[in-house]
Nanobody, 119 residues
Framework: VQLVESGGGSVQAGGSLRLSCAAS????????MGWVRQAPGKERERVAT???????SYADSVKGRFTISKDNAKNTLHLQMNNLQPEDTAMYYC??????????????WGQGTQVTVSS
């Protein structure tokens, strides 16, 4: 299984970025996929998750600003991030699990993409 992220970068506060994660090599239709971020000196935070039934969940810190979506035809996960703030600065990782187990525990991880927001 391979997860390849793209779309990170540097923006000013209030700006937007769209992260993408191309998934390949997996089997199964029951899954959870999401984005996890980690800033230096801080704990890892699960930002947003999407499930095979289309349901989503978000960290309180990003609700109303971030939107997770999945293009099933292209096997690509997206994270639209609007109104970015300096506290959103972190390495963002795409993660997934196709085992169908509950609760969702990520098994596969991408290499990460850096998001930097300046004030």
């Amino acid at each position: 299984v391979q997860l390849v992220e793209s779309g990170g970068g540097s923006v000013q506060a209030g700006g937007s970025l769209r992260l993408s994660c191309a998934a390949s090599g997996y089997t199964g239709t029951t899954y959870c996929m999401g984005w996890v971020r980690q800033a230096p000196g801080k704990e890892r935070e699960r930002v947003a998750t999407i499930y095979n039934d289309g349901s989503t969940s978000y960290a309180d810190s990003v609700k109303g600003r971030f939107t997770i979506s999945k293009d099933n035809a292209k096997n690509t996960l997206h994270l639209q991030m609007n109104n970015l703030q300096p506290e959103d600065t972190a390495m963002y990782y795409c993660a997934a699990d196709w085992s169908g187990s509950w609760p969702c525990e990520y098994i596969y991880w991408g290499q990460g993409t850096q998001v930097t927001v300046s004030s």
